[in-house]
């Protein structure tokens, strides 16, 4: 019987997790900042002596891309010597622990998706924060799988689709037109998509390394505002910009599009096409949103 531990349960992905690992009658356990803090590695390790998980889900990080850039100790405290601190207690407790990364190892300058062995070249700080964690984890633990995620949403925390969604009704009122990135192409996945790949993982062990886990298809973030304002219902103009045109602190990858390579040869992805996800996840909180 598995016993799983979700640290960040409280996190966007953190509290999906927990709701479906609830729903499919897993014995599970979940904590989050201040009860556990990952980067004072003697509290990490008495929770989990007492807790004994057999399985650790690191939904904890630093995942504000452009915060990390003022913050950058605290970017890297968390996403890498957190995540070293996680597989170091996993060892001691023979613990297997899944850890999600991120997109934004890459620099985006390929123009077809990056497969698990292409070459990383994060352009942030918080990219290069998980990197590390991901050489960390790999050093340290036995028994580990990193997903690299990315364009993350769901019905938990704050994301590209409820701040379209907040935005898009705002302008409604007045018909001022919202403008979003067209040079930026990504795969926008839904949390739910994510917890069921790690089911699918738990259940059949695959080789411990890096798996790629977005949804299927690219987009822009303009494109994926035009489907979030149709898929909604909200009459407003949606307009293309550059990146350019809106500076953030942290660069971004431009093409940061991902190749589940490895989950297809070993025939366990569970991804869907973004668009079948994106709907799916409209049809179910639609109202609620
Ligand atoms: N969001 C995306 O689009 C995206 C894309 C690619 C990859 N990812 C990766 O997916 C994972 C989940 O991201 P998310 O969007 O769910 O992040 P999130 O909503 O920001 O959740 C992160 C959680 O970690 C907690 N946390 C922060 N510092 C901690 C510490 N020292 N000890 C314990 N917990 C701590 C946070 O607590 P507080 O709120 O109290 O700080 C929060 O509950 C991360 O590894 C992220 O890098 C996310």
Redesign the pocket.
Known sequence: MMKILV??S?????QSMMEFFHETSSEVVGL??PA????NRAQLMNSLRDIQPTIIIN?????AVDACEQEKEKAYA?NAI?VENIALAAQEIKALVVH???DYVFDGDQDTPYVETSRTNPLSVYGQS?LQGEILLQQHAEHYYILR????YGPY?N?FVKRMLALARERAKTQEPLKAVNDQWGTPTYTYDVCRQTWQMLQTRPPSGIYHSTSEGHTTWFEFAQEIVHAFGIQVPVLPCTSQEFPRPAKRPKFGVLENQKLKQLGINMMLDWKVSFYEFVAKYKAVL
């Open positions: 640290i960040g409280g996190g966007q992905l953190g989050d900042y556990i803090d990952i980067t939904c904890a990080a630093l995942a968390v957190g999600y990364s991120t998980k995620i990315a364009w993350l925390g994301h």
